[in-house]
């Protein structure tokens, strides 16, 4: 069993700053790409970064230069920074994770989310 776990999120002022982190548990053989996504509210879930196991990492354009995803070095926990934060940015986010177990299965794999809300 996997379990992707987010913490960080809450309430933050226009121009502030809020981490989220998220981490990995489990049955896990190897963590490929690990991201971050977010829906607001009436909107469709959609990315915000991506960082694989290794190469570049990738953004949505609206949160380049504010936003930097980053992973620590055993790999199983993600964070995102996010600074200059805009009310636009609020949202549910979702760390999402391509995961192979022990068993040599690979899935996605989603957190449960967590609400970061941006006051103007």
């Known amino acids: 069993q996997v379990q992707l776990v987010e913490s960080g999120g809450g309430l933050a002022q226009a121009g502030g700053s809020l981490r989220l982190s998220c981490t990995a548990s489990?049955?896990?053989?190897?963590?490929?790409?690990m991201g971050w996504y977010r829906q607001a509210p009436g909107k469709q879930r959609g990315l915000v970064a991506l960082i694989p196991s290794a190469g570049s990492t990738n953004y949505v354009d609206s949160v380049k230069g504010r936003f930097t995803i980053s992973r620590d070095n055993a790999g199983k926990t993600v964070h995102l920074q996010m600074n200059s934060l805009k009310p636009e940015d609020t949202a549910v986010y979702y760390c999402?994770?391509?995961?192979?177990?022990?068993?040599?299965?690979?899935?996605?794999?989603w957190g449960k989310g967590t609400l970061v809300t941006v006051s103007s």
């Open positions: 489990g049955s896990i053989r190897r963590i490929d790409s």
């Open positions: 999402s994770a391509y995961i192979r177990t022990i068993d040599y299965t690979g899935m996605d794999y």
